[in-house]
């Protein structure tokens, strides 16, 4: 497939792939790194942008479901390439409990098959070992999302 028809045709990773590393800085700068999350699941969710009512519809059902997610060990992290003052604001402004990352280069957009013209809403789940358990474009609920971990290997 040609590389522009992928950014918008192409699948996710799939479960079972490992996670591709990475280290972003947050809305204030400080670095994150997947590899320091080991040991508990990680849920990826790559959105369009900051202040658009999809995403921020997505981030609040999160946010609302934090307890869900901490009951079930996983940190979320929002990536997308808008810069540190934009996250800074639409996390504050809606009190999100977890950070929001910039990949201003979209690299790691990139890695996870999220990037194109605009950011592809993307959400992932990555167990304890650093391997993918859910890929899927869209906003499914976190019940979803975690009722993969019951699979083998889970929580």
Not at 1 to 9: I, N, T, V, Y
Not at 24 to 38: E, F, I, S
Not at 121 to 128: E, P
Request: aromatic share 8%; proline share 12%.
């Amino acid at each position: 497939m040609l590389q522009p028809l992928r950014a918008w045709f192409g699948k996710p990773l799939p479960p079972g792939t490992p996670a591709p590393p990475f280290e972003l800085p947050d809305q204030d700068g400080k670095p994150v790194r997947l590899a320091d999350l080991r040991g508990g699941n990680v849920l990826l969710v790559f959105y369009p942008g900051d202040n658009t009512p999809g995403c921020r519809r997505q981030l609040c059902e999160l946010r609302d479901r934090w307890d869900l997610l901490l009951s079930r060990h996983t940190q979320v992290l929002g990536i997308n390439p808008q810069g540190p003052d934009s996250h800074r604001s639409f996390r504050g402004r809606n009190r999100y409990p977890f950070p929001l990352l910039v990949d201003q280069g979209k690299e790691v957009c990139r890695r996870y098959r999220a990037a194109g013209p605009i950011t592809r809403r993307t959400v992932y789940l990555i167990d304890r070992e650093g391997i993918i358990r859910f890929a899927e474009r869209g906003s499914p609920s976190p019940e979803r999302v975690l009722a993969a971990l019951d699979g083998p290997a889970g929580d």
